[in-house]
């Protein structure tokens, strides 16, 4: 079965850049996401990328994905406290219904 | 984007009781709903695919009996925890799909449960 596996936490000062890894077991993944949650709320999609791209920027996100060692990183330029929050990666398999398996999530916390 | 909401967005019950957490896409037609829960600090548990007009199929480990869920339109998908007990306190969240690739799927801001 698919394992996607993050570190639990991460802290990073106002106006660095952090970047949040994840590990995934399952090579036939179709797309990968990066979602955000703030405490007690639902998820919220930031950017995904598909499996046949190495890399996506998206205004302050960089999405990297190495398919030969199963790693996804998420980047995230000049770290704002808003950005405090747990980041979950999740797979999306090819032939999966659209099912997502989540990553274990990172929480990522700014200080001033 | 498209929005979903859930209701009620926390609920506390007695243990033995029935409840039962209502899921609304409310912009779109939601072919497919998903239904997680997330326990303290960890990560999203698939419960089940919910798909309108059949039934949902469910996770391996997931009583069927004990979480029933109907999808009866395409606009709304419910979740109906039976029998409540202590353990089943958790965060149930509701997600629904569709569309173009990469059937990006849309999350309600989730339905705090705790059975007393």
């Known amino acids: 079965g698919e394992d996607v596996e993050q570190s639990l936490f991460l802290s990073v000062r106002e106006g660095d850049s952090s970047v949040i890894n994840c590990t995934y077991t399952d090579s036939s993944s179709t797309y990968l996401y990066w979602y955000k949650q703030e405490p007690g709320a639902g998820l919220q999609l930031l950017t995904y990328?598909?499996?046949?791209?190495d890399m996506k920027q998206d205004q302050r996100l960089t999405v990297l994905l190495n398919k030969k060692d199963k790693h996804l990183s998420l980047r995230i330029a000049d770290t704002q406290t808003g950005d405090s929050a747990i980041y979950f990666c999740a797979e999306e398999l090819t032939g999966g219904g659209n099912k997502l398996t989540f990553g274990t999530g990172t929480q990522l916390k700014v200080e001033l | 984007g498209a929005v979903v909401s859930q209701h009620p967005s926390w609920v506390i019950c007695k243990s033995g009781t029935s409840v039962k957490i209502e899921c609304r896409s409310l912009?779109?037609?939601?072919?497919?709903m998903f239904w997680y829960r997330q326990f303290p600090k960890q990560s999203l548990m698939l419960m089940a695919t919910?798909?309108?007009?059949?039934?949902?199929?469910?996770e391996q480990g997931v009583e069927k009996d004990k979480f029933l869920i109907n999808h009866a339109s395409l606009t709304l998908s419910t979740l109906t925890v039976t029998s409540a007990h202590p353990e089943d306190s958790s965060f149930y969240i509701c997600s629904a799909g569709g569309g173009s690739p990469p059937y990006e799927q849309y999350f309600g801001p989730g339905t705090r449960l705790t059975v007393t």
């Open positions: 919910s798909n309108e007009g059949s039934k949902a199929t469910y």
């Open positions: 990328i598909f499996s046949n791209m």
């Open positions: 912009d779109f037609q939601a072919t497919t």
